[in-house]
């Protein structure tokens, strides 16, 4: 089974900042990965897909970069809004597993 | 306009079995894997059970293998998970997610969840 570590678990962070959040796979997964936000009560969005990729409607302060196994989820200019917990799903292979998730915090 | 909604959470003891249901609606139901995701209260998501399209290829998370079952009706645009010899640990916020079709990727649409509390 592929192991998702995500790093930091949790972090502090001021509005205007650039934040990077890393994802290890245990195996290569090539770009299977995909990244989500959730906010406490609601259900998780998708940011992320295919490792790079955009979901539409989301803000281009949202980024993805990687491939085989280092992910990294890039805020170039943290907003109010973006106050959450975000997680890591690898879909290469199954079981699918998410990264132990990393709650994003006011400084 | 993508929808899936779940329902048929509840109360349950251990031991018992609870049936969850996620009606989808706004696409292609018959085109798509589909999923189950949970989240015990306050922990992380955990992915628990994928099935393709056609019911062909069924895959299960260890911690629910032999104890759930995941199945679709295409003609009622329906996916199911049935859950057996629930145990306190499975408590937790359900969700169905939308899998994959050729030249898509997964996990893009969720429902809204249902819990499921497993207690004596």
């Known amino acids: 089974d592929i192991q998702m570590t995500q790093s930091p678990s949790a972090m502090s962070a001021s509005v205007g900042d650039r934040v990077t959040i890393t994802c290890r796979a245990s195996q290569g997964i090539s770009n299977y990965l995909a990244w989500f936000q959730q906010k406490p009560g609601k259900v998780p969005k998708r940011l992320i897909y295919?490792?790079?990729s955009l979901q539409s409607g989301v803000p281009s302060r949202f980024s993805g970069s990687g491939s085989g196994t280092e992910f990294t989820l890039t805020i170039s200019s943290l907003q109010p809004e973006d106050f959450a917990t975000y997680y890591c799903?690898?879909?290469?292979?199954?079981?699918?597993?998410f990264g132990q998730g990393t709650k994003l915090e006011i400084k | 306009e993508v929808q899936l909604v779940e329902s048929g959470g509840g109360l349950v003891k251990p031991g018992g079995s609870l049936r969850l249901s996620c009606a989808a609606s706004?696409?292609?139901?018959?085109?798509?894997?589909m999923n189950w995701v949970r989240q015990a209260p306050g922990k992380g998501l955990e992915w628990v059970s994928s099935?393709?399209?056609?019911?062909?290829?069924?895959y299960y998370a260890d911690s629910v293998k032999g104890r759930f079952t995941i199945s679709r009706d295409n003609a009622k645009n329906s996916l199911y998970l049935q859950m057996n010899s629930l145990r306190a640990e499975d408590t937790a916020v359900y969700y169905c997610a939308r899998g994959t079709r050729v030249g898509e990727t997964p996990f893009d649409y969720w429902g809204q969840g249902t819990l499921v509390t497993v207690s004596s």
């Open positions: 706004g696409f292609t139901f018959s085109s798509y894997s």
């Open positions: 799903l690898q879909h290469s292979t199954y079981p699918h597993s």
């Open positions: 295919a490792a790079s």
């Open positions: 099935i393709s399209s056609s019911s062909s290829y069924i």
